[in-house]
């Protein structure tokens, strides 16, 4: 199974809702990310979990909250969250960084 | 400052052309430069992966280049597809003791029929 999974593939909120995205892989890789992309513009990176733990936050607003509870999934919480961060939110996974990563598909948020 | 710079930033070209896209970089210390094909609302899906002692490397029609000498890499497509219609992405990692990816604005392709 070389595939990344994300759910929903889309979600559409209000600012006052709380919601969560997951992300699934079953690589066995120990890296996963967030990234959040605008359209035409490169992906953004959010987080890095390393073996489970948070390494890496890229000064990401606090509405934004991710979780890994075990090694396969990855999760992040949205809350409150404002018109502007409607995007695409990618989740990757690679076998241990930097080796190249494994994007999923992806899921379109559009918060109104 | 680390940069990735993609050119063109976007190409038309009919297809079964062949066509050329670049990407110039200052990451440094490199460690790794990977293209990335990605369709529009889709997940980047990778095309090749290039550490510093390897100079090309194809996947079908596709074949990368690079030259660790001039911080350069090209990806190279080869009778196109309209399928092939799509942004195409350099990343660039940087091996600091920590990890620092950084990705170009990419390249959007259309290949007409």
């Known amino acids: 199974d070389t595939e990344v999974t994300q759910t929903p593939k889309h979600l559409v909120m209000g600012m006052t809702n709380k919601k969560s995205l997951k992300c699934e892989q079953h690589?066995?890789?120990?890296?996963m990310y967030w990234y959040k992309q605008k359209a035409k513009k490169p992906p953004e990176l959010m987080f890095v979990?390393?073996?489970?733990?948070?390494?890496i936050n890229e000064s990401v607003p606090s509405r934004f909250s991710p979780e890994c509870p075990n090694s396969s999934l990855l999760n992040l919480h949205l809350h409150a969250l404002q018109p502007e961060d409607s995007a695409l939110y990618l989740c990757?996974?690679?076998?241990?960084?930097?080796?190249?990563?494994?994007f999923g598909p992806g899921t379109r948020l559009t918060v109104t | 400052k680390n940069q990735v710079e993609q050119s063109p930033q976007s190409l038309i070209i009919l297809e079964g052309k062949n066509c050329t896209l670049q990407c110039n970089y200052t990451v440094s210390p490199f460690s790794n430069l990977r293209w990335y094909k990605q369709d529009t609302g889709r997940g980047p899906v990778s095309l090749t992966i290039m550490t510093f002692s390897e100079n090309t490397k194809s996947n079908g029609r596709y074949t990368a280049t690079l030259d660790a000498d001039t911080k350069q890499s090209s990806l190279h497509i080869t009778a196109s597809q309209l399928s092939d219609s799509a942004s195409y992405i350099c990343?660039?990692?940087?091996?600091?003791?920590?990890?620092?990816?950084?990705f170009g604005a990419g390249t959007r392709l259309f290949v007409k029929a």
């Open positions: 690589m066995g890789h120990r890296a």
């Open positions: 990757a996974s690679s076998l241990r960084r930097p080796d190249e990563q494994y």
């Open positions: 979990y390393s073996y489970e733990k948070l390494s």
């Open positions: 990343v660039v990692s940087a091996d600091t003791g920590g990890f620092k990816t950084i």
